[in-house]
């Protein structure tokens, strides 16, 4: 089983967006997903309770330390949304489990700032300072035309240790998606092509990463 554990220090920074939309990329590949879901709003698990019929369903788990021992035995994925503001202690118990952490971050001041005290607490924990548990940072909401996401992905890579695993640009599909209980992934149309193109490096860091 793959784990991917999703955590920032900021709300609002997308974890949940970069759940759902993973969620609906393996789901659609026919691996059998599941989602915990230890954040209060419950974003994910109600997205995954929206799930249609005619796309492959996410089993969502809320809760935290306990939810990890009641997935089934044959999840192939495994995603962990957790709640804003976690601190090391928050991460505990879901740290040996996890094969790789995203952090999502703006592309704004404050984000960058309190990311960038996040990523040196993360740098600490010992897993993670011996190169046991991958991370990378996944550049969210960009306006990849502008000046201001250039220069944020630019300060963002020469400020930490970790890659910059993905750069996704701002679009209102994700929000109407996840309304439905879908991804982008969940079509195939011609003009969801390009954000699913967005998504292709950060597939390939977690397949090597892992």
């Given at each position: ?52 019929e ?17 997935l089934?035995?044959?999840t192939?994925?495994?995603?962990i ?6 601190t090391?202690?928050?991460?505990e118990?879901?740290?040996e489990?996890?094969?790789v ?7 704004s001041?404050?984000d ?15 897993r993670?300072k ?28 020469e ?35 390009s954000?699913q ?14």
């Amino acid at each position: 089983m793959l784990t991917v554990l999703v955590a920032s220090s900021k709300g609002g920074c997308g974890k949940s967006t970069v759940v759902t939309q993973l969620a609906s990329h393996w789901s659609q590949a026919g691996k059998r997903t599941a989602i915990i879901d230890a954040d209060r709003q419950h974003s994910s698990f109600r997205w995954a309770a929206r799930r249609p019929e005619g796309v492959p369903g996410v089993l969502a788990l809320e809760g935290g330390r306990k939810a990890l021992g009641k997935l089934p035995e044959d999840t192939e994925r495994a995603l962990i949304d957790t709640p804003a503001g976690v601190t090391e202690r928050d991460l505990e118990p879901y740290l040996e489990a996890a094969d790789v952490l995203l952090v999502p971050v703006l592309p704004s001041s404050f984000d960058m700032d309190a990311t960038l005290a996040f990523i040196e607490e993360l740098g600490q924990i010992p897993r993670i300072k011996r190169g046991k548990l991958p991370v990378a940072l996944v550049a969210n909401r960009l306006k990849p035309w502008t000046h201001a996401s250039q220069d944020a992905v630019a300060q963002l890579g020469e400020a930490t240790p970790f890659p910059i695993a993905a750069q996704l640009r701002d679009s209102q599909a994700y929000v109407l998606l996840a309304a439905l209980g879908k991804g982008i992934f969940d079509y195939q149309s011609e003009n969801v092509r390009s954000h699913q193109d967005d998504w292709k490096a950060l597939l390939r860091w977690i397949k090597r990463a892992h």
